[in-house]
């Protein structure tokens, strides 16, 4: 059973900022491309951000220049540094792995962003 095990969520306020953490396996995170995506109440769940194996990112368009997605592979961990939030970031965060056709996703940790 894979694992992938987040933390770092709770309450900021408007402006503020939260670093989560998504920690694996070496086998997961040496080979497979690593996501954020998130889920507010009755929305779809939307990619927050990706990054590759190789260290290549991509954003979501609401995010850019305000979330930084990132990887320590001797840590086996992945971050997203969220800075400026904002009350419409309010979520549940998932980390995601994925490889072709199989993925494997988190538990969820809550942001709210709430003065």
């Known amino acids: 059973q894979v694992q992938l095990v987040e933390s770092g969520g709770g309450l900021v306020q408007p402006g503020g900022s939260l670093r989560l953490s998504c920690a694996t396996s070496?086998?997961?995170?040496?080979?497979?491309?690593m996501s954020w995506y998130r889920q507010a109440p009755g929305k779809q769940r939307e990619l927050v951000a990706r990054?590759?194996?190789?260290?290549?990112?991509n954003y979501a368009d609401s995010v850019k220049g305000r979330f930084t997605i990132s990887r320590d592979n001797t840590k086996n961990t992945m971050y997203l540094q969220m800075n400026l939030l904002k009350p419409e970031d309010t979520a549940v965060y998932y980390c995601?792995?994925?490889?072709?056709?199989?993925?494997?996703w988190g538990q969820g940790t809550q942001v709210t962003v709430s003065s």
């Open positions: 070496r086998s997961i995170f040496n080979s497979y491309t």
């Open positions: 990054i590759t194996s190789s260290g290549s990112t």
């Open positions: 995601n792995a994925r490889r072709v056709a199989v993925e494997w």
